[in-house]
């Protein structure tokens, strides 16, 4: 790992996101759509429907919204979604990747280039900066009215099959090979309370952005996560600490 907080990006944008909730069930639902396509509706036969449904309880996205999603996956007419990867570079040399579902891949790539071409950065080749980014299961435990030492985390979580734990005085941050996520979720919720548990994409290295290049990078980011066909955006953004 590279020392880089995500737990810090996460909740500096949190107030953002919720903001957005609306469009976050939308997306949310495309993408139990595609799990439910690809690999059926039963969530217990279907890890990743199991996982997206996940996200959307975290969410809070009502239960008809999720059954919706999925009636229209195995019901007739549906529209057919792809899902697209796009890389490039924000200001301060920032590499951004974006992750799309879409009906429609030159609509998609438009507006993805426009975001990019109207907030200081530019979109890249195929393969351009994914390689700076390892697919990873996160988990974040808040340390808030938890009594638990570093020493006492660090073992439940290895002992869970984790692969790294990192801790500051606000959360204990937990790193998984992708095929162990569920089993290392589920082991550690039996215990404690998970803020957040994910698949994710995890920067290699990090980019410290400079102060006069914050917000510029923080509207380039919000554009594409306001794009109807977005689903995630991951930066190897290492953003100045707030004082």
């Known amino acids: 790992m590279s020392g880089h907080s995500k737990w810090h990006n996460i909740q500096g944008r949190k107030n953002a996101q919720d903001a957005k909730r609306g469009k976050i069930f939308q997306k949310i639902s495309r993408e139990i759509y595609m799990a439910a396509k690809a690999g059926g509706p039963d969530p217990d036969g279907n890890p990743q429907l199991r996982l997206v449904m996940d996200k959307a309880r975290s969410a809070n996205m009502p239960k008809d919204n999720i059954k919706r999603a999925i009636d ?11 899902e697209i990867t796009y890389e490039g570079y924000g200001p301060a040399g920032v590499a951004v990747l974006v992750h799309a579902l879409t009906d429609n891949r030159n609509r998609t790539a438009s507006a993805v280039r426009g975001d990019f071409n109207r907030n200081g950065g530019n979109l890249g080749e195929s393969g351009s900066v994914s390689f700076m980014f390892n697919r990873k299961g996160y988990i974040a435990i808040s340390r808030e009215d938890l009594d638990v030492d570093e020493d006492t ?21 937990i790193y998984t090979d992708p095929k162990d996520f569920d089993s290392v979720r589920d082991a550690l919720q039996k215990d404690y309370d998970l803020d957040t548990a994910e698949l994710t994409m995890v920067p290699t290295t990090t980019t410290e952005v400079p102060a006069n290049k914050v917000e510029q990078l923080q509207r380039l ?13 991951f930066t190897t953004a290492e953003f100045p600490d707030e004082d």
Do not use: H, N, P, W
């Not at 980011?221 to 955006?233: A, Q, T, W």
């Open 221 to 233: 980011i919000d554009k594409l996560e306001d794009e109807d066909d977005v689903s995630e955006v």
């Open 153 to 173: 985390m660090e073992l439940a979580a290895i002992e869970a099959g984790a692969d790294d734990v990192q801790t500051s005085d606000e959360v204990f941050e």
């Open 72 to 82: 229209k996956a195995t019901g007739a007419g549906g529209a057919d979604y792809e």
